[in-house]
Nanobody
Framework: VQLQAFGGGLVQPGGSLRLSCAASGGIFTSNDMGWYRQAQGKQRELVAGITSGGATNYADSVKGRFIISRDNAKNTAHLQMNSLKPEDTAVYYC?????????????WGQGTLVTVSS
């Protein structure tokens, strides 16, 4: 059972990054999933989510700049981040809500650091 987020790095303000989340071991990105971030000293917050049916939602702070998507054939999901701002600096995590006999279980990836700085 594994959920791995990658693609973070250092980018200048106004730049773009594409994060990826790879699932394996019985976890499927075709379920409800989300991208969260946690900045230093702050609580983890939802950045973008996508339901099993494909409906998406975004935090107000990233609307129009970030796009969540997934490739079920490859069991991966992505977060395209454009027009990045210094306040987007955070560790980004992906999550999958996997159905179980006892109800949905949320799996978390290990996080990938995004730093927006000149």
């Amino acid at each position: 059972v594994q959920l791995q987020a990658f693609g973070g790095g250092l980018v200048q303000p106004g730049g773009s990054l594409r994060l990826s989340c790879a699932a394996s071991g019985g976890i499927f990105t075709s379920n409800d999933m989300g991208w969260y971030r946690q900045a230093q000293g702050k609580q983890r917050e939802l950045v973008a989510g996508i339901t099993s049916g494909g409906a998406t939602n975004y935090a107000d702070s990233v609307k129009g700049r970030f796009i969540i998507s997934r490739d079920n054939a490859k069991n991966t999901a992505h977060l395209q981040m454009n027009s990045l701002k210094p306040e987007d600096t955070a560790v980004y995590y992906c999550s999958v809500d996997q159905p179980t006999a006892r109800g949905p279980h949320r799996y978390w990836g290990q996080g990938t650091l995004v730093t927006v700085s000149s």
